[in-house]
């Protein structure tokens, strides 16, 4: 499934990072949710389109964005206000 995000949104897809102390891992329940991701599709708002790319890694709020499950795995549809940067 193909999704275009619409305005000033971007469809963005968590980067997930094991963490781990010492020789403890870390349940999924006790994980701090990631506020990093990569760009997968630019909304049509033409400003955003010359600030983000897909493929691009940006980061957001902690609490952003709406979930969504594309071909089973999590992605966000996040507005423009909820980013907070792009890593170069």
């Known amino acids: 499934m193909k999704v275009q995000p619409l ?17 403890i ?8 949710k990631p506020i990093v991701g990569e760009v997968k599709a630019v909304g049509t708002d033409e400003e955003i389109q010359k600030l983000i790319k897909v493929g691009d890694r940006v ?12 071909e089973g795995e999590k992605h966000l549809i996040i ?3 909820d980013l907070l ?3 170069e």
């Open 59 to 70: 980061i957001f709020g902690k609490y952003a964005g709406e979930e969504i499950k594309l």
């Open 85 to 87: 940067g792009k890593i």
């Open 7 to 23: 305005d000033d949104r971007v469809l963005v897809k968590p980067v997930e990072e094991e963490q781990q102390s010492g020789s």
């Open 25 to 32: 891992i870390i349940p999924d329940t006790a994980k701090e």
């Open 79 to 81: 507005s423009r206000s």
